[in-house]
Every structure is written in structure tokens, then in C-alpha cells.
């Protein structure tokens, strides 16, 4: 196999799941990992194009069946002229929607050759019953085979056009109408989750605050408070938990195009 120098991670992963999928695929490979944290408010707003000794692996996690705007937005800017990419979108459990022809779409349309493609699937970041501790043993199996496959991809040097399931026109990006609450009473004013806010959502001197507007529901702030003081509440978070809780409790896999 021709040997990378570079291995670019590229990620947006507000509770974590979606880095550990992609970390898992880069550990397999030589070459220094670098990063491209689509989550921090600074990461991937410049355009970069990257060099023919990199291989680049993208994970991105479903929104409402698409990408998440702010990290479809910020991965545009990233171009690579036949530079292989292996790119998968992870979810809850519930649907893929058009979000893995989306991936695919764009990052085609900047020039990478995909090696590789899947969705996964990790335990869903706002109802926590749905997948819980999932990526499990059984997953990270099936993404090993895979990557495996992906290296022999690489060997032949033969790609050819990978079919992914999904519509066009897309369907529409809907936003989750939840805002995570503040329980002031447990905050310490850390301000890690005005910090770790994509969408700068948060008040600077404020984190009791949360601009519903701005908010993307993404759950970064409630996966980083170290005191626990962020969730999600209220009346629509209680029919989502039921409605997810009956209808989508049973296994999904994750499923891989080569
Ligand atoms: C705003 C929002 C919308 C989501 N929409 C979907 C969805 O349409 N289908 C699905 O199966 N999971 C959905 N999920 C669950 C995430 O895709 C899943 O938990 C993923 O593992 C999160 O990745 P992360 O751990 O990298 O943040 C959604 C999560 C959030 C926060």
C-alpha cells in the first residue's frame, strides 16, 4: 500500500461518538494524525487544500437526516485533487436520511477519491436509552473489517464510484426545536460551555443563557459541563424520548460501501 505520510481527521463530534469512530479508522493506518475539530468555532473556516501523501478520513454525524449545517458549511472549505478519503456519517439509531449521499456529495465535489463510505451507528446524543453504549464490541468489528477493506482498496489503486443510499433533492434541514436549560444552581462558571459552543449560542459571561435562535440542539455544552448542569427538558424532549423509545429501540447496523 502506498504509504501516508499525513493522516487528516476531519470531525464534528458534539458527544464525542463520532471522533471515537474516526480515531478507530486513523489507528489503523501509519503517518502523523492531524486534526480538523469542525466543532471548535475557529476549526475549518479557512480554505485548505491538502497535499497527495494524506489520507484523509471525515466523520460527521446525522442531524435531522443531513448533516449538521455549521460542519456541511465548514467542510466545504477543505479540497483535495484525488486525495483518497474515507468518510462515514454516524447516527442514533434512527435514520440516515440523505446525509450519507450528502457527505459524499460534497466531498466528491472538492475533489477527493472515496475509498471507502458507511453510516455507523453510536448511541443517540439527545435520547441516551436509544443505542446506549453503542459503538459496542460488535460494531467496532464490523468497522475494523471494513477498514480492512479500505486498505486493500488502497493497495489495488481501483476506485470506482461508490453508489450510497439517499434522495435528490435532499430532504430538508430541519432544525431540532430543543435548547438545553442551565440548572444555575449546579454551575460553577467554568464557562467550558461557552466555550465548546459551535454556534457561539452562549453568552460570554453568561452560560444561564442560551440564545434559542443561534442554538443547533448539537448537545456539545451538555456532553463538556463538567457539573452536569445543562439538559434538555420539556414537553416536546418527553414525546421525543417515548416516540424514540418505542419505534426505534431495536438494533440498527452499521452498513459499509466499497
Ligand atoms: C440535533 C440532533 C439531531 C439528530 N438527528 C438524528 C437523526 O436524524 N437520525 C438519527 O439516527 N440520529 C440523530 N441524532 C443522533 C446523532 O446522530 C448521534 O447521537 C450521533 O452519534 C452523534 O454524534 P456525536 O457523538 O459525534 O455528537 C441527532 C442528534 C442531534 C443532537
Known amino acids: 500500500m502506498k504509504t501516508f505520510t499525513k493522516i487528516a481527521k476531519i470531525y464534528f463530534s458534539p458527544s464525542s461518538t463520532t471522533r471515537k469512530i474516526v480515531d478507530e479508522i486513523a489507528n489503523k ?8 475539530d469542525l466543532l471548535n468555532v475557529a476549526g475549518g473556516n479557512s480554505p485548505k487544500e ?28 477543505f479540497k483535495g485533487e484525488n486525495i483518497p478519503a474515507i468518510a462515514v456519517v454516524n447516527y442514533g439509531n434512527i ?9 459524499n456529495d460534497i466531498l466528491k465535489e472538492n475533489g477527493f477519491t472515496i475509498v471507502g463510505t458507511g453510516a455507523t451507528v453510536s448511541q443517540h446524543s439527545i435520547v441516551t436509552d436509544v443505542a446506549a453504549d453503542r459503538p459496542d464490541e460488535k460494531d467496532l ?4 473489517e471494513f477498514v480492512e477493506k479500505c486498505r486493500e482498496k488502497l493497495d489495488s489503486e481501483e476506485f ?5 443510499p439517499g434522495n435528490k433533492p435532499y430532504c430538508e434541514y430541519k432544525k431540532v426545536q430543543l435548547t438545553p436549560i442551565c440548572d444555575e444552581s449546579l454551575c460553577t462558571y467554568c464557562y467550558e460551555c461557552v466555550s ?13 443563557q442560551t440564545d434559542a435562535d443561534l442554538c443547533s440542539a448539537c448537545t456539545a455544552c451538555i456532553y463538556t459541563c463538567p457539573e452536569d ?6 414537553d416536546l424532549f418527553e414525546r421525543m424520548k417515548e416516540r424514540f423509545l418505542t419505534n426505534f429501540n431495536q438494533r440498527k ?5 466499497l
Open 50 to 77: 491538502f497535499d497527495d501523501d494524506t489520507l484523509v478520513i471525515v466523520g460527521m454525524p446525522i442531524f435531522a437526516g443531513r448533516l449538521p449545517k455549521t460542519a456541511s458549511t465548514k467542510l466545504m472549505n
Open 29 to 36: 493506518f501509519e503517518g502523523t494524525q492531524e486534526e480538523y
Open 253 to 257: 447496523e452499521s452498513e459499509f460501501y
Open 141 to 144: 468489528e464490523k468497522l475494523n
Open 95 to 103: 435514520n440516515i436520511g440523505d446525509a450519507l449521499i450528502e457527505l
Open 196 to 208: 465548546s459552543c459551535p454556534e457561539e449560542a452562549i453568552p460570554d459571561m453568561d452560560p444561564g
Open 160 to 164: 470506482e464510484d461508490i453508489e450510497v
Open 229 to 234: 448542569a445543562r439538559y434538555f427538558t420539556g
